[in-house]
């Protein structure tokens, strides 16, 4: 296998499609709204595209007793009522710095094949804390695009994020803007601990405001309430703990 291959597993006719990137980062929130879009346009999806490469860690996925080398995957999409998506997802991201520059690279050149020249990354900000109110990050290759997104209720804080945007994320912005791409990045506050629906859940609304779509959220509602019943347990077990390790009276006490 070569270090790079591009299958091409089908063709469609796109109108001014919007490359839209949800692969795995902080809190998994990219990779959770892209499949909820995927999941939600299922009738409306078809894959063009799946990407090999040897960057990817050196494993199989099984379902069902059947093995698939990993790979990501690009997906066409018509929307009746907004702009033609194609979305980027995958289990994984490149294991090296190089491996990271030669995917995004391959995943603009699929987006310029298909007529895109805009680009949303979508991903995950940590705050290192739980969090009750869900805002959005923003990002963008260009000064001229964050009006848009300040109106769909993007933030934009100074030297936030700390320390940059890494992956592929950072790179569709970086990369993208020096091949002529919008590129613009959507980050929802997360704690980092766990996987969180409902900053995936904060990042696709805006971006329904964007692109001029609707979704439903009831699956990605049912998988919150599931990591907050985890959560709970987590922070139980947590308070236990504290309570046990509580110095008492005879803890105290001391011979000297």
Known sequence: MDELEID???????????LVEGLPGVGHVGKLA????????????????????????????????VAELTCAEMYAVS?????DLLLLTGDHQAQTNAGHY?????????????????????????????????AVVGAVSD??????????????????????????????????ERRGFEASCLMGETSGYLVDPKSARAVLEVLEALLGFELDYETLDERADEMEEVMGKIQEMEQQQQQQQVPTDDDLRYIG
């Open 143 to 176: 000064e001229s695009l964050r009006e848009e997104l300040e109106d769909a209720g993007v933030e934009f804080r100074e030297d936030e994020p700390a320390g940059g945007i890494i992956g592929v994320s950072g790179l569709l912005l970086g990369l993208g």
């Open 34 to 65: 892209v499949d909820h879009l995927l999941e939600e346009l299922e009738g409306e999806s078809t894959l063009v595209r799946r990407v090999y490469s040897q960057e990817f860690p050196p494993q199989v996925s099984v379902e069902d007793g």
């Open 79 to 83: 929307v009746a009522d907004g702009r």
């Open 8 to 18: 091409a597993v089908d063709d469609v006719e796109l109108d001014d499609p919007v």
């Open 102 to 134: 030669v995917l995004t690279s391959a995943f603009l050149d699929i987006a310029e094949e298909f007529g895109a020249s805009e680009a949303y990354a979508l991903g995950g900000v940590p705050t290192g804390e739980l969090i009750e109110e869900y």
